[in-house]
């Protein structure tokens, strides 16, 4: 039950971002409640025993981490680590008819070789390493804003200071930089899947949305690294849970909350236990949703449009390509079909409402990294776990029969991966208490369903660019990036400017919003 009927700030969704405002308001005095709809806090970013008398707990929908800052971690006292990967990517291609790949790691000598076995030259790795140069000094002026209040476009362009990155990032479509930078298809497409994440796009749509996607991708930490986390992704949501309750914050579950009523400086959130009052309401959700909880005209749901498969292994499957150890290949993103040519093939096809004839994704090993989320017999035997991570799985390819068509996506995905393999991935498939494969998939509307994601999109909605614009305001939300359209409502989750990603950064600054605004 409620302790009370009246609160600082009640904060609508306990996942990753609802908690980091929770634990920050609440360290700063405030009396903070909130309301979560599933039976456990952590939203999108938790662990669980995915396959039934298995003991592996997975990270079972956001996996990575990039955007959360360190200064989160150290403000907040949480007791939570990633672990960096030696090797950033493997590509399969076959070259002269023989297997090979594309290996890129932290060993420059052996990604040097890579590219020249693979381009016929060192032009290439040259024109990567310019390239992501130029993202990386980008990165180290960008990612220290995300949680300094929202600068303006032409504040941030001068931070940058640098014409040429920001025309290449911010106002050209991202495949006519890629296109001058890169000669070789294999080496397009790596670099063009950044700007493809969960995001329904080709290399030049006039939009920019793969652009803000890219970004996003390519400025965490400064330096555009993913990170493993230690336990898994609940083991950040749960270190966040209990800062936030240590602090003072509570925490209420299975409370799923039905409307929100405000004037501007008082607010009522109504949930499945009674009415509260509060003089904030934080909303971890999408701006969709806080429109139906306002009982206001919602905005059409951005689409998601990607396929999550969680697998557990026996063993890593062999490579067609002999010269490479799998526990590298699949130590760092291992991409599928995930050629330049193939990218706009398969936006092409699910764009006329058909699904992609060799449908791209790309793929890691967790437990290679962080063999913590496996149990110690699990662990003995050599067991290894696999993220697959789909492309261009728009959700109305789902809108008909869409479990059949999950399926088919899923059987025409694993067909890819094979295509690649010495052996059928099936013949490593471990199987649960009841002798199933351990896989599992799940579509744009599966994550609508069980996350409460409108159009399944992991962004909450399309992603913007990390500024505002001259006369957006100068009040508290606006400076944050979380306004909304009542002046004591605010987003503190993906749909806020600044968004998207396992980051905390949008919770970050709406606590910062209150606090100002108090």
Not at 62 to 74: A, C, F, G, Q, R
Not at 159 to 179: N, Q, S
Not at 228 to 241: K, N, S, W
Not at 257 to 284: F, S
Request: aromatic content about 6%; glycine content about 12%.
């Amino acid at each position: 039950m409620l302790q009370e009927s009246s609160y600082d700030v009640v904060i609508v969704g306990g996942g990753h971002n609802g908690l980091v405002a929770a634990a920050y308001l609440a360290r700063a005095g405030r009396r903070v409640l909130v309301l979560e709809r599933l039976e456990h806090t952590g939203g999108a970013a938790v662990s669980s025993r995915a396959f039934r008398g298995v003991d592996a707990r997975l990270s079972r929908y956001s996996y990575l981490v990039s955007l959360l800052p360190h200064k989160i971690v150290d403000d907040l006292g949480l007791r939570f680590a990633v672990r960096k990967r030696s090797v950033s990517s493997y590509t399969p291609a076959v070259r002269g008819g023989r297997p090979t790949g594309l290996y890129v790691s932290s060993d420059e000598d052996a990604t040097r070789a890579s590219f020249a076995r693979i381009t016929g030259s060192d032009r290439e790795y040259a024109a990567w390493q310019r390239f992501y140069g130029m993202t990386r000094r980008v990165a180290e002026r960008v990612f220290p804003t995300l949680t300094e209040p929202l600068p303006t476009r032409a504040a941030l362009r001068a931070r940058i200071d640098d014409e040429a990155a920001w025309e290449a990032l911010f106002e050209r479509p991202l495949g006519e930089t890629v296109e001058a930078a890169f000669a070789d298809d294999l080496v397009r497409g790596v670099v063009l899947t950044d700007g493809l994440i969960g995001t329904f796009a080709h290399a030049h749509d006039p939009g920019l949305a793969q652009n803000r996607c890219f970004l996003y991708h390519v400025v965490g930490g400064g330096t555009g690294d993913w990170d493993v986390p230690i336990g898994g992704m609940g083991a950040l949501t749960d270190a966040l849970a209990d800062a936030a309750r240590k602090a003072g914050a509570e925490i209420v579950t299975g409370c799923p909350v039905t409307g929100i009523a405000t004037d501007g400086g008082t607010a009522e959130v109504a949930c499945a236990q009674g009415t509260v009052a509060a003089r904030h309401v934080l909303v971890n959700a999408a701006p969709h949703t806080l429109a139906g909880l306002l009982g206001e005209q919602a905005p059409e749901p951005a689409e998601g449009a990607q396929l999550k498969v969680n697998m557990l292994l026996t063993r890593l499957p062999r490579l067609r390509d002999t010269s490479v150890d799998p526990r590298l290949a699949f130590s760092g993103t291992f991409h599928v079909a995930e050629g330049y040519g193939q990218l706009e093939a398969a936006y092409r096809q699910a764009a006329a409402g058909e699904l992609p004839v060799a449908p791209p994704s790309e793929i890691y090993c967790h437990s290679l990294t962080d063999p913590s989320i496996l149990g110690p017999d699990l662990v003995r035997q050599g067991y290894q776990t696999l993220t697959l991570f789909g492309l261009h799985a728009p959700a109305r390819l789902f809108a008909g029969d869409h479990d059949a068509t999950r399926e088919r996506l899923l059987a025409a995905t694993l067909a890819q991966l094979d295509a690649v393999l010495a052996e059928p991935l099936t013949d490593c498939l471990a199987t649960d208490a009841d002798g199933r494969p351990c896989i599992e998939a799940r579509s744009p509307l599966d994550l609508e369903r069980d996350l409460g994601l409108p159009g399944g999109n992991i962004f909450h909605r399309e992603l913007a660019f990390p500024y505002g614009e001259e006369g957006d305001g100068d009040d508290a939300p606006a400076r944050w990036g979380v306004r909304t359209a009542h002046a004591n409502v605010l987003l503190c989750g993906a749909g806020a400017v600044r968004g998207g990603g396992v980051s905390g950064i949008p919770g970050h600054n709406a606590a910062m919003a209150v606090l100002e605004q108090d």
